[in-house]
């Protein structure tokens, strides 16, 4: 069964623009929510995680944004550049596994 | 260079036949996992193992098997049971079971015909 759930599916971005994707959990048993980026033909990789008790988070142009009681969060990359198409994917942490979102493509045009 | 090795990148396999996936790490790592990606449903977890001669299975596990005789390698076995195995393969690992960074092999696209 689906515990994290992830939209767009897919998202076109102009290049300087802000792309942003969204994800919502159902258990609150999860402690940390990581976000994973797949470039085509390789194995994710981690971008950024946050904890529960933290509301945002930034690294450079990405940014992740909490909100504990609606029980969602997003991924916000800012200046959207060609170079960060590729595929994310948003991820929640149970004491044994990450559980995963569906993953969302994203195209940025120059 | 450590790293997780995934081999071979492309594997193809006739319908019946048993088919076992290489995953290699030496990063030191305690935690190997197996997911399965599909266009549309993200990563699904096959199997993972914690420490060397144990594993548990994961979401998807029928039609597959896996071994952990040694802490670096963690090979998958796609059986004939199962019904769709054509797919892209990932193999991971994490320093620990709880650890919410894993390190993902480039994986191995399986085509069975």
């Known amino acids: 069964q689906q515990q994290v759930k992830q939209s767009p599916q897919s998202l076109i971005v102009q290049k300087g623009g802000i792309s942003i994707i969204n994800c919502a959990y159902e258990?609150?048993?999860?402690?940390?929510f990581p976000w994973y980026q797949q470039f085509p033909g390789k194995g994710p990789a981690l971008l950024i995680a946050?904890?529960?008790?933290?509301s945002e988070k930034k690294e450079g142009r990405f940014t992740i944004s909490f909100n504990k009681s609606a029980k969602q969060f997003s991924l916000h990359i800012m200046d959207s550049q060609p170079g960060d198409s590729a595929t994310y994917f948003c991820a929640a942490r149970r004491p044994d596994k990450l559980i995963f979102g569906t993953g969302t493509r994203l195209q940025v045009f120059p | 260079d450590g790293g997780i090795t995934q081999s071979p990148k492309y594997l193809f396999r006739k319908e019946g036949q048993n088919v076992t996936l290489s995953c290699e790490q030496n990063l030191n790592h305690d935690a190997m996992y197996w997911y399965r990606q599909d266009p549309g449903q993200g990563l699904r977890l096959i199997y993972y193992?914690?420490?060397?001669?144990?594993?548990q299975k994961g979401d998807i596990a029928e039609g597959y098997s896996v071994s952990r005789e040694k802490k670096e390698s963690f090979p998958l076995t796609v059986t004939s049971a199962q019904k769709n195995p054509t797919a892209f393969y990932l193999c991971?690992?994490?320093?620990?079971?709880?650890?919410?960074?894993?390190?993902f092999g480039p994986g191995t696209r399986l085509t069975v015909t």
């Open positions: 946050i904890r529960p008790d933290v």
């Open positions: 991971a690992s994490s320093i620990q079971r709880d650890s919410y960074e894993q390190y």
């Open positions: 258990n609150t048993a999860f402690d940390y």
């Open positions: 193992s914690q420490i060397v001669n144990d594993f």
